[in-house]
């Protein structure tokens, strides 16, 4: 089993800064780990990832605002978000995939951006 414990969302005034973390109890370089976010009545969508060896990619939407990283001593999975819109409001999820040990999700936590 993995845990995944995210923090660092909140509320945030049009173009403020927040960071998100996710710590896991599990080596986050096994694969690909991920951001994604929900907004009301929308899908869950992928906002940014990183594979095993560290690429980033990013959803047009955030690139260029976003960054992901991971440190390694803690396997925390970080995501700086900076210049927010109010369309970046949703719910982040943080998402690995930890190989044999299979694809695990955070419990998910608020952003709200307003202006």
């Known amino acids: 089993q993995v845990q995944l414990v995210e923090s660092g969302g909140g509320l945030v005034q049009t173009g403020g800064s927040l960071r998100l973390s996710c710590a896991s109890d599990?080596?986050?370089?096994?694969?690909?780990m991920a951001w994604y976010r929900q907004a009301p009545g929308k899908e869950r969508d992928l906002v940014a990832s990183v594979d095993r060896i560290g690429t980033p990619n990013y959803s047009d939407a955030v690139k260029g605002r976003f960054t992901i990283s991971r440190d390694f001593p803690t396997n925390t999975l970080y995501l700086q978000m900076t210049s927010l819109k109010s369309e970046d409001t949703a719910v982040y999820y943080c998402?690995?995939?930890?190989?044999?040990?299979?694809?695990?999700w955070g419990q998910g936590m608020q952003v709200t951006v307003s202006s």
């Open positions: 599990k080596s986050i370089f096994r694969g690909t």
């Open positions: 998402n690995g995939d930890f190989g044999t040990l299979g694809i695990h």
